[in-house]
């Protein structure tokens, strides 16, 4: 069966059950039929453990981060523990695009997956909406006198679709360009806000543009951010969902992970850890990107500390990181796998600079032979890491019970935590410490208008935020051509762009855009609807 007919055949129980599993009444939902809520703001009360799940770098056959994540908290719950997921919502671009869905898949999602990978309880049109009003109040303030005298214009559209004709864009007001909405500055600073007072706040702290003296012009000069904060004020909610074992889910925000933050948002997962004893939350692409930005973002942002990192890896992606040809991927091939490891070895590294409580889990594929599975098994038995298999996609949390044994045993450790950068260092500092620690680049060559803003943001005293690094996910080097790990690189700075609402600030690697394109063959094709049902979504 496809993802969505398994998903329709589920033994799906009505959302204010599920929320009873987390000591919720009515009277905290916001319901949404009978199968999806919001969940009205709660006190803080931090009890849970905190479990982070992130992988290698990914390939085009996908490495199964949320299926493990999924099927790990399913496992947890069957062992009579109080797990619950906090989870990113999905974007519409990737849906209709290339990568299809993102409510995991098999016998390990979350429901209801159409509705969770289409417009859900409106959180992505209402940031597309707020971002939106933004431009509009600019254009109409330059056409009704300029009394702020903006020159410049910094803020960028939005749209929640691929959609490459409009990366450059002619207005009256000038040239402009859209980002997908998910990695969209309301996007980041919605998912880093801890309340709706703090959000609007952050939300009035966002740079629209420069002033003929070369001076910031806020969101607040145009006294937008009011309204902004009301067309967000359900959105920024998180929402309760379930998985097809019943297990409680709070999926909320969706910033990317190679062009945004990567992190479902920061009152999604203080909420799960309020009401479970065990939170397993998942960052975007490989433990470069996503993984680096949760520790370094939201991590210093929220005050969160992890307790446990699952890194996850496939058979598939080892021999992608080799060089093997999609033709060729399925056939056995031990030495393939063995060079691969380079990938997963700088991944490893690279988690345990952060966190020293790891597990490598490889999920596991019917076409995965028995040596493969044991080169890779024998790798980490080598270097004394713990590892386990996954089989969720298929068994569901039946298939990550082992996984679920040894998350507890390691859980049972003290996990020491670090940054990879201080905040008093420069922001030339941050970016050679993430390139040299993380990417292993040789060396970081600056383009001159990443020189320019460098300097400018430095003389108003802004170096001590963030950076959020956008760059290719295929590779640990900016260029998605070099696979593997351990090879010679130079990383190039191409631009650098202050997200002053989010808090942080986003360096630009190589040739990384923030408004994909559609591929030559996209998922829209296998999509329809027949009797009211939707097929072909994954």
């Known amino acids: 069966m496809t ?62 981060k949320t299926t493990v994540s999924i099927g790990l908290a399913d496992a947890l719950n069957k062992l009579d523990k109080k797990a619950v997921l906090a989870l990113r ?30 417009f859900f309880t409106g959180d992505m049109p209402a940031i597309e909406a707020a971002n939106n009003l933004i431009s ?64 609007k706040e952050n939300v009035g702290n966002i740079i629209v543009g420069y002033n003929e003296k070369n001076d910031f012009v806020y969101v607040k000069d145009l006294k937008v951010e009011n309204s902004v904060a009301v067309i967000l004020k359900d959105a920024i909610k998180p929402n309760l969902v379930q998985t097809l074992e019943n297990t409680p ?21 203080k909420t799960a850890l309020s009401l479970g004893d065990y939170v397993i939350t998942e960052a975007g692409f490989g433990s470069d990107l996503g993984a680096e930005k949760f520790f370094d973002i939201k991590c210093r942002k929220a005050g969160l500390k992890p307790d446990c990192v699952i890194l996850v890896s496939t058979i598939k992606s080892l021999k ?23 990938n997963l070895a700088v991944h490893v590294e690279n988690i345990k600079k952060f966190s020293s409580n790891l597990i490598v ?21 080598e270097k004394n890491i713990p590892f386990e298999i996954s089989t969720a ?20 450790k003290e996990n020491s935590f670090n940054y990879i950068y201080n905040e008093e260092d420069s922001i030339k ?72 609402g989010a808090g942080f600030i986003v360096v630009f690697l190589g040739d990384i855009i923030a408004m994909p394109g559609l591929p030559k063959k996209p998922n829209y094709l296998n999509i329809d609807i027949k009797n009211n049902e939707i097929i072909g979504l994954s």
């Open 361 to 381: 889990v490889l999920n596991k594929y019917s076409t995965d032979s028995v040596e493969e599975i044991d080169t890779v098994k024998k790798y980490c038995e």
């Open 429 to 500: 500092e941050k970016i050679e410490k993430v390139s040299k620690e993380i990417y292993r680049a040789e060396k970081v060559e600056y383009e001159e208008q990443a020189e320019k803003t460098i300097k400018y943001l430095e003389g108003k005293n802004l170096s001590k935020l963030p950076i959020c690094i956008a760059k290719t996910q295929y590779s640990l080097s900016d260029d998605p051509k070099k696979l593997g790990g351990g090879y010679k690189h130079t990383i190039h700075v191409k631009n650098i762009k202050l997200y002053n």
């Open 136 to 199: 509009a109040a600019i254009d109409s303030h330059i056409y009704f006198g300029n009394e702020l005298n903006i020159k410049d214009i910094t803020f960028e559209r939005c749209l929640d679709v691929n959609d490459r004709a409009l990366r450059d864009v002619n207005l009256s007001s000038g040239k402009t360009k859209f980002t997908i909405t998910a990695a969209s500055e309301i996007m980041a600073l919605l998912c880093l806000s801890k309340d709706l007072d703090d959000l």
């Open 3 to 64: 993802d969505i007919e398994i998903a329709h055949k589920a033994n799906k129980k009505d959302i204010k059950e599920i929320a009873q599993k987390l000591n919720l009444s009515e009277e905290n939902l916001i319901l949404y039929g009978n199968d999806k809520a919001k969940i009205n703001t709660l006190k803080y009360n931090h009890v849970g453990k905190l479990i982070l799940v992130t992988a290698t770098n990914p390939t085009p056959y996908g490495e199964g």
């Open 320 to 342: 992608y990181n080799a060089g093997v040809k999609k033709d060729n991927i399925l056939e056995k091939n031990v030495e393939k796998v063995k060079e691969g490891l380079s």
């Open 89 to 118: 919502e999905p974007s519409m671009g990737p849906v209709f695009g290339m990568k299809g869905g993102a409510a995991g898949g098999g016998y390990s999602q979350v429901i209801p997956m159409e509705d969770i990978n289409l």
């Open 249 to 269: 889910a709070i999926i909320h925000g969706g910033p990317f992970a190679n062009i945004a933050h990567g992190c479902s948002s920061i009152i999604g997962t």
């Open 393 to 412: 996609y298929v068994d569901g949390g039946k298939g990550a019970l082992s996984l679920a044994n040894k998350t507890l045993e390691v859980l049972e």
